[in-house]
């Protein structure tokens, strides 16, 4: 049975950190491309990041220069460090996996529950 499990998030003042951690199981971990989503209240489930087996990275624009993802595939574990957040950065975090390296959600085959990111100003 697949399972991904969503950890790290909370609340946090605009410019903090925090890190997210997303630990896998139930399948070959090192043959998917693992990436992070969110989801804000009335909005659209967005790509934030990529991450291949290599540990070639794509970044959304609002990640950029802000956030770092990375994996373990010894440990099948993939982490999000989001460093300056913002307020707009508010929404559940869900990590997925999936078979084409890209941020559309239609290409990702398994999700987590998702954790909770709350920036206040």
């Known amino acids: 049975q697949v399972q991904l499990v969503e950890s790290g998030g909370g609340s946090v003042q605009s410019g903090g950190s925090l890190r997210l951690s997303c630990a896998a199981s139930?399948?070959?971990?090192?043959?998917?491309?693992m990436a992070w989503f969110r989801q804000a209240p009335g909005k659209e489930r967005e790509g934030v990041a990529v991450?291949?087996?290599?540990?070639?990275?794509i970044y959304s624009d609002s990640a950029k220069g802000r956030f770092t993802i990375s994996r373990d595939n010894a440990r099948s574990t993939l982490t999000l460090q989001m460093n300056s957040l913002k307020p707009e950065d508010t929404a559940m975090y869900y990590c997925?996996?999936?078979?084409?390296?890209?941020?559309?959600?239609?290409?990702?085959?398994?999700w987590g529950q998702g954790t909770q990111v709350t920036v206040s100003s």
């Open positions: 997925a996996a999936g078979r084409v390296l890209g941020l559309f959600r239609d290409w990702y085959d398994y």
């Open positions: 991450i291949d087996n290599s540990g070639y990275t």
């Open positions: 139930g399948y070959t971990y090192s043959h998917y491309y």
